[in-house]
């Protein structure tokens, strides 16, 4: 079964440009979240979409936005790039969501604003 | 905030087991505790989870206490590749909005040495 697919692994964006990350989750699962991890802050959440729709949000800014489609898989993007959005993106899916549903992690997308 | 402590950082002997704790005092009685690793630059990696009962799977052994408030992972026969990040998470309730995100702490940081 393969596993959460992210595209692409890495790039290259300058400041003020936008960017857009892609997730594949596992075949089943109907939950995909995002977080960001920097050496700053840690691993953080962004958002969560389950079923097409937003179910949770972290605590950044409006430039952070995300959907899922109807066949769960998952984009983010990041508006208006800045020098601090330089990161690891991970999405995770999971089956459902709850509590007992374990999440798996992709192996993340490295973006580096220039 | 991350409702786990745990200490920054341990180090184990190759093929002895490693032991490493978490602290969650403040656990609710619906609430799973979850393990995870992270080796540099990649996804975090599902380790175990469990609820009351310690649990067993093919990469490690999760105890906890009888009144859940800490917990105890353990590799029994640690590697140079188990060097990693662990993160000890605990995990909100079914049925919570919140249930889909992980909170992450900073981890403690696992060097196995030769």
């Known amino acids: 079964k393969a596993g959460v697919t992210q595209t692409p692994r890495y790039l290259i964006k300058t400041r003020g440009q936008q960017v857009t990350l892609s997730c594949s989750p596992i075949s089943g699962h109907r939950s995909v979240s995002w977080y960001q991890q920097t050496p700053g802050q840690g691993l953080q959440f962004l958002f969560e979409?389950?079923?097409?729709?937003?179910?949770n949000k972290g605590n950044f800014p409006g430039r952070f936005s995300g959907r899922q489609f109807s066949n769960s898989r998952s984009e983010m993007n990041v508006s208006t790039l800045e020098l601090g959005d330089s990161a690891l993106y991970l999405c995770a899916s999971s089956y459902g969501g709850w509590s007992g549903n374990t999440i798996y992690f992709g192996e993340g997308s490295w973006l580096t604003v220039v | 905030d991350a409702k786990t402590t745990q200490p920054t950082s341990m180090d184990c002997a190759e093929g002895r087991a490693a032991n490493l704790p978490c602290n969650h005092s403040?656990?609710?009685?619906?609430?799973?505790v979850y393990w995870y690793r992270q080796i540099h630059s990649q996804g975090p990696q599902y380790i175990i989870h469990?609820?009351?009962n310690n649990e067993t799977n093919e990469m490690a052994s999760l105890i906890i206490t009888e009144d859940r408030k800490s917990s105890t992972l353990i590799l029994p026969h640690a590697t140079l590749r188990d060097t990693a990040v662990y993160y000890c998470?605990?995990?909100?309730?079914?049925?919570?909005?919140?249930?889909?995100?992980?909170?992450f702490g900073q981890g403690t940081t696992l060097q196995v040495k030769p």
């Open positions: 403040t656990i609710s009685g619906n609430e799973y």
């Open positions: 979409y389950f079923s097409e729709t937003q179910r």
């Open positions: 469990g609820l009351k």
């Open positions: 998470i605990v995990r909100v309730p079914h049925g919570s909005s919140n249930t889909g995100k992980l909170i």
